[in-house]
Every structure is written in C-alpha cells, then in structure tokens.
C-alpha cells in the first residue's frame, strides 16, 4: 500500500514548481579566463578562413560551369556552320555534276548527229540493240574517240574476227528484197515469219486465244522448220 | 538463229491446241476473252451479250422513238482468272526432251496433252454437278409415276418426255431450246439406242467432234467421259444414276488466257551432270454468267440409286 501525502503537502509542492518555472534562477555568471578567450578568437578566425575558402571554391565552380556551357555552345555553333557549309557544297557539286552529264549528252548527241551525216545508210536503232557493241563501247563512250571513229573501229575488229559486219548487218536496206546476185543467201522465203516477227510472236504466243493461235499456227511451224535447218 | 525462245512458248501452244479438241464439256463453253491477262492482278474482261433491249412502238405514232444507245463493246464483265495447272520435266545435258516434245509425232506429249484434256474436263463437270439446287432439273421426280414407274427411270418408254421437260425448261425462261445441249454418260446413249430412234447428226463439222451423239426431237446430245459424276453398279460398272448436264454454249465461260513454258538450270546436286528443268503451265478458270443457261439434270436409270453428292 503506498503512502499518500498530506492534502497541505502536495500544494506546498506545486507552488514551488510553478515559482521556479515562472522565475528561474540566473544562471551564474562565469568570467572567461584569457586562455579561453584567445582560443574563442582563434575559433572565428578559424570560421572566417573557411567560409572565404568555401566562397572562393563555390565561384571556381560557378565560372567553370560557365566556361564549360560557353565552350558547348561554341561547339555547336560551329558544327552547324560546317554542315551547312558542306549541304552548300554539296548542292554546288550536284549542280556541277548536272551541269557535267548535261555537257555529256550535248557532246554524245552531237557525236551521233555527225554519225548518221557520215554513216546514213546505219539503222542507229538496231546498232543500239546490239549487245555486243553495247559492251564494246563500255568505258570508251566520249573518250579519246568519236563515237563514228568508235564504230568503225568494231566495224574492222568484227571483219577481222570473221562475224558479220556490222556495216552490212545494220544496213536499213538489209531487210529490204535485194537483186538476186546481192544478198542470196540471207534473203527469206515469203511464207517464213522473219527473225524480228518470231520474237515478236514469242512475246505475245502466252497470252493468245484459241483463235489467235489458229490463224498463225501453220506459218508458224513453216517458220520453225526453216529455222530448225538454218 | 537458235530458236529456244520461240520454241518453248510454241510447245506451250501445241499442247493447248492439242488438248482442247479431246474434251466434250470444255469444248462446249464460251471461250472468248477480251484483252490481255494482266498477270499481276490476273484479271481479264469476257464479253457479255445479250444485254441488248428491244423497244416496243406503235405504227400510229409513225416514228422510233429515241432510246438510251447501249453500247455492245461496254457490256464486259472482269473476272479474276483463280486457277493453274502445270507439268513439271526436266532434261539432262544429254537428252533433247523439248524437241522430242514439240516434234509432230511425239508420244510423250499426246499422254501429257490426254491427261491435260482428262483434268479439264472432270474438274468442269463436277463443278456442274455441285451446281446449286436452283439450277437442277429434277427427271427423277418428274418421271415417277405410281403405278408404271414409281423410281422415276428414264427408259427407252419415256426418253422423249424427259427431252420435252427439258425443252420446256428452256422455253418456260423465254429462251431457244435449240440453243441447249445435253451432255450425259454413255448409259444415255444406249436407252437412245434401245428406243430405235433416228438419230439426226448435226453437221459435218460437228458430227465428227468428240463425243457428239446426234439430235433426238431436237435436242443435240453429247457424250462425255467423266466417271465422277455418274453411280455405277459396283459389279458391271453399268451406270445406275447420274448427272447429266443441260447447257448453253455462253452457259459456262471456260477461259485459257496464258499458257507458256519456262526453263531453268538444274544443278548437277540434283541431276548427275546438271541439265534443264521446264515448267509447262497454263491460267484458266470457268464462270457462269448467265445462270438461267446452266442446268444438272438428275438422271435415274435402275433400283434406288441416286447421282453422285460427294465426289474426290
């Protein structure tokens, strides 16, 4: 069982509890001796060299950020002028170009006009056929020689090898019915599709009807026939 | 010249010639197309006729009046060409099979070119047999009598009334009966036969197509060979129940519009020495424009057998 102070008692104590929060006692003042004041000193002049520090380092960064965002900047101002310089270039160069293929087909168109002046009895659009001559020409086209001095050059390399000249072959009289002494022996019987109309109907054979194959059926094996001898 | 590059579409074009003239049901149908395939849409135009009107006047008014002109060459219907069929061969270095094929008296190509006629023309009759029940002539039913004939066969008795129904079938659509022709199985033929009628031929020139049987009470009736689309007993073999097949010319359009032959190299991994391999091949399909011109007629010879429903 605990004991329980007198009513009396208990107020006495509050009242002294209260008092001292309501007038606290001053605490006792103590004299600082010489040594604690000369290290106090030490300890501000101390805080003063560190915050100086802390400033001077805070702008070394402040003025590196700077420079660093300043050399980006530049950075990037130049590469832009040195694209659009190089995109400048580029247009120019495809300009020259366009300029330069233009000059090319002025000279190659002037080159077969002088061809068919000197050469008019040459079907250019059989000659441009004619892969063999295609490849001839590879590389040599607008080069040193003319594209008359060009063929007549495969001209001779062809008689000197034995094909056919090229001359006679391409010849726009070639297909035409020659006198008898001339040409006997290319000259086609009339019942015979000729080797361009056989390629032609070679072409188109899939896609006829019934009736379509009919009416060529018979020419057409005639044709097959002589050629299968030939 | 070498001439490899005519010769191979020019054997694509023999096979074709070939093959057509041995079919019965193929060669019956309208076979005209305008233009050219369009092998990458792969469509194609067929002529539709018949699309003319007749206005009617009267002889008071002493004058036509003018009607909307309709233009014949505008009446085309576009079709997608759906089907393919093809060959496949090959030739060593040492072998000349593409001249062997394409020369006159090839044996090679006449069994390529019948088994081309044969695919052609089961694949065109069962797709008449399987024709829908609005297009179906019922001589089963029509021919049942209670007291004679109670299973409705067509017999040697009664083969001219089952030539009138279909004759009237033609005739109830406003339509020519002499524009149809029956196509049947061999069974057919000899009820004709047994019934001692005469048989009128046609022409000269039809006379000899494959097939042609004769007209009967006006009816041009044709044989065809496709075994699909008939019952047959399964001892004899006698046909018991068919399909016959009741058509105008424009009642199917059976189109080819492209036939070639491509050639490629064969390694010598696949043929010892390498050589040449072909591909024969040809785009065709079948349509049906006019539907009222296209009929299957049910046909009942003997006992309960009925024509064929399922077919391989």
């Not at chain 1, 160069?93 to 233009?102: D, F, I, T, V």
């Not at chain 2, 072998?95 to 023309?121: F, P, T």
């Not at chain 2, 024969?280 to 049906?288: G, I, M, P, R």
């Amino acid at each position: 069982m605990t004991e329980e102070k007198a009513p009396l008692e208990t107020e006495k104590d509050d009242l002294d509890f209260i008092n001292s929060l309501l007038n606290p006692e001053p605490e006792p003042e103590t004299e600082m001796t010489d040594a604690e004041k000369a290290e106090a000193e030490a300890l501000k002049k101390k805080n003063a060299v560190e915050a100086q520090k802390r400033r001077e380092r805070e702008a070394k960064e402040k003025a590196e950020i700077e420079k660093k965002a300043k050399a980006e900047a530049e950075a990037k101002a130049k590469a832009e002028q040195e694209a659009k310089q190089k995109t400048e270039e580029e247009t120019r160069a495809k300009g020259e170009s366009g300029n330069q293929r233009e000059n090319q087909v002025t000279e190659l168109a002037k080159q077969i006009a002088d061809f068919r002046i000197k050469h008019p009895e040459i079907d250019i659009e059989k000659l441009q056929k004619d892969t063999n001559f295609t490849e001839y020409l590879s590389g040599k086209l607008l080069g040193k020689k003319t594209f008359t001095e060009l063929f007549e050059s495969y001209n001779a390399f062809v008689n000197r090898i034995g094909g056919v000249s090229p001359k006679e072959q391409y010849s726009k009289n070639a297909d035409k019915p020659s006198s008898k002494s001339a040409n006997k022996g290319t000259t086609l019987p009339e019942d015979v599709y000729t080797e361009e109309e056989m390629e032609r109907i070679a072409r188109k054979m899939p896609f006829m009807s019934r009736q379509e194959l009919e009416k060529i059926n018979e020419k057409l094996n005639r044709s097959l026939a002589y050629y299968n001898k030939k | 010249m070498g001439n490899t590059h005519i010769s191979l579409p020019a054997l694509s074009a023999k096979i074709y010639k070939e093959w057509y003239p041995k079919t019965v049901l193929v060669q019956s149908c309208d076979d005209a197309f305008e233009g050219e395939l369009n092998l990458e849409t792969r469509e194609l135009d067929i002529p539709v006729y018949h699309d003319l009107s007749i206005h009617l006047t009267t002889l008071k008014e002493a004058e036509l009046k003018p009607a909307p002109i309709e233009f014949v060459k505008a009446s085309v219907k576009r079709v997608t060409i759906d089907k393919g069929r093809y060959a496949h061969w090959g030739q060593t270095e040492v072998g000349r099979l593409v001249e062997r094929l394409s020369a006159e008296d090839s044996e090679v190509r006449k069994k390529l070119v019948n088994k081309w006629a044969i695919e052609a023309e089961k694949e065109l009759a069962i797709w008449c047999a399987k024709l829908p029940a609005a297009q179906t002539i019922d001589l089963v039913t029509a021919l049942t009598d209670a007291s004679t004939n109670a299973n409705g066969h067509l017999t040697s008795d009664n083969v001219m009334q089952a030539l009138d129904i279909l004759k009237a079938h033609a005739i109830a659509k406003d339509m020519e009966p002499s524009e149809f022709k029956l196509f049947t199985s061999e069974k057919f033929e000899s009820i004709l036969r047994d019934s001692k009628l005469v048989l009128a031929s046609v022409s000269a020139d039809e006379t000899f197509k494959t097939g042609s049987i004769g007209v009967v009470n006006g009816v041009d009736i044709r044989r065809h060979f496709v075994a699909d689309i008939t019952t047959r007993n399964s001892t004899t073999h006698v046909v018991e129940a068919e399909w016959g097949i009741w058509k105008t010319r424009d009642g199917i359009q059976y189109v080819v519009p492209y036939k070639n032959t491509v050639s490629y190299d064969l390694s010598p991994e696949q043929v010892l020495m390498g050589g040449k391999g072909y591909q024969t091949v040809e785009y065709y399909d079948f349509f049906n424009l006019y539907p009222t011109r296209l009929y299957k007629v049910k046909i009942r010879y003997s006992g309960t057998a009925n024509a064929p429903t399922v077919f391989s």
